[in-house]
Structure formats: structure tokens, C-alpha cells
């Protein structure tokens, strides 16, 4: 990758990173680190799965947003940031823990399950580094500042990181959105560039 600020200036990757985030060969580094993070997101869920005060009822995620928006004598918040106490607190009060439990529990295990087979590697991290930011802006470090930064790398890597699995066969046939394909005609060759990590 190269960027392009004048003409004449052309400011090059280095080679560490372009062998990193584009050689396929990078691929079985990510594919260990894709493996690991998504067993991490499947465990979590199952756990959240398997209990009704997470998939019945919310109340666990009840508890959990009432202790992060309220405020203890010390004055020290588990929540630093008053926009996102009020978001938090908006959601209790709209009761959305009854569906958000689920829809947290669940977006675990899709996560989980696109990390390990591959598919759609860039986008599952982005949503999986979602929930890590989300968690620790609650004030839940825990495991989550290491989980955010695998997923950081599975997201910047979203061209080789998924070459060891799914991605390999999704990508080429399904595209990018900012370089659409045109519609095929027999007479006509394709110019479109096929996905094909530099080897």
C-alpha cells in the first residue's frame, strides 16, 4: 500500500507491516491468533448462553449496567465518560437488557464461530472489537484490552487474515464494496482485479 500526497512523493509501508497486513504467507500467523480469539468469543458465550439471567430474562446484564452507572461514595465511576453513563442509563431505563442480553450473547458466538472458520474475518473482528470497546468503556478491562488489540490486527490484515479458511473463497467471489464488479460479458475481458494477497 502506498500513499499518494503529491505527484512526485509516494510514502511506501514498510516492509515488516506490507508482509504482515498483505502476504498471504502472514496468513498462518493469523490464523493462530484468529483461532484463539474466536474460541475466546465462543466461550464467553456459551457461559451467557446457558444462563437464563442472560438469555431469559437480562438480568445479568441488568447488573451489570446498574454497577457501571452508579456512582459509589468514593466518587470514582466504573463508567469515566458522563455521554456514555447516560447512553447506558437510557438503555436501563428502556428496560433493553430483556433483549440486549440476548443479542449480546448470541453476537458472541457469531463472532466466535466467523473468527475460526474464517469468513468475513475483518468484518466479525471489527464487531468483536466492537463489544471489547463497549465493555471497557463500562469499566470492564478483564481479558478485554488484549482481545481489542488481536482483533485490531485480524482487522487490518482482513486480506490474508482470512486466506486460511473461508475468506479464501468468499472474497473472490463476493468483492469489495469500493471496487464493484462489473456485470460479465462474453466479449468483453474483465480488467476487475481478483483478490489475490501479493505471495
Keep these: 500500500m502506498a500513499i499518494n500526497l503529491r505527484k512526485e512523493n509516494v510514502i511506501q509501508d514498510p516492509p515488516l507491516v506490507k508482509k504482515l497486513l498483505s502476504d498471504k504467507r502472514a496468513a498462518w500467523l493469523w490464523l493462530v491468533l484468529r483461532i484463539w480469539l474466536g474460541y475466546q468469543w465462543i466461550d464467553a458465550s456459551l457461559h451467557k448462553i446457558n444462563n437464563p439471567a442472560w438469555v431469559q430474562t437480562g438480568d ?6 446498574t ?12 463508567i469515566a465518560f458522563d455521554w456514555y453513563r447516560s ?27 466467523a473468527l475460526i472458520i474464517g469468513a468475513f474475518t475483518g468484518i466479525a473482528a471489527f464487531f468483536g472489537a466492537l463489544m ?34 473461508a475468506d479464501r473463497y468468499l472474497l ?24 489475490s ?3
Excluded at 454497577?67 to 466504573?78: C, F, L, Q, Y
Excluded at 482481545?147 to 486480506?159: D, N, P, R, S
Excluded at 464494496?177 to 482485479?193: A, L, Y
Design 60 to 65: 445479568a446484564l441488568k447488573g451489570f449496567w
Design 67 to 78: 454497577g457501571a452507572v452508579a456512582i459509589p461514595e468514593s466518587g470514582r465511576p466504573a
Design 87 to 113: 447512553f447506558i442509563q437510557a438503555l436501563l431505563d428502556a428496560q433493553a437488557y430483556t433483549w440486549f442480553g440476548k443479542l449480546v450473547a448470541y453476537g458472541e458466538l457469531l463472532v466466535g464461530i
Design 132 to 165: 471489547n470497546w463497549n465493555f471497557m468503556l463500562a469499566g470492564s478491562a478483564s481479558t478485554n484490552p488484549m482481545l481489542f488489540v488481536v482483533a485490531l490486527g485480524l482487522i487490518m490484515a482482513w486480506k490474508v487474515a482470512g486466506y486460511i479458511g
Design 172 to 195: 473472490p467471489i463476493i468483492g469489495t464494496p469500493w471496487s464493484p464488479r462489473e456485470p460479465k460479458q462474453d466479449t468483453v475481458p474483465s480488467d476487475e482485479p481478483s483478490y
Design 197 to 199: 494477497p501479493s505471495s
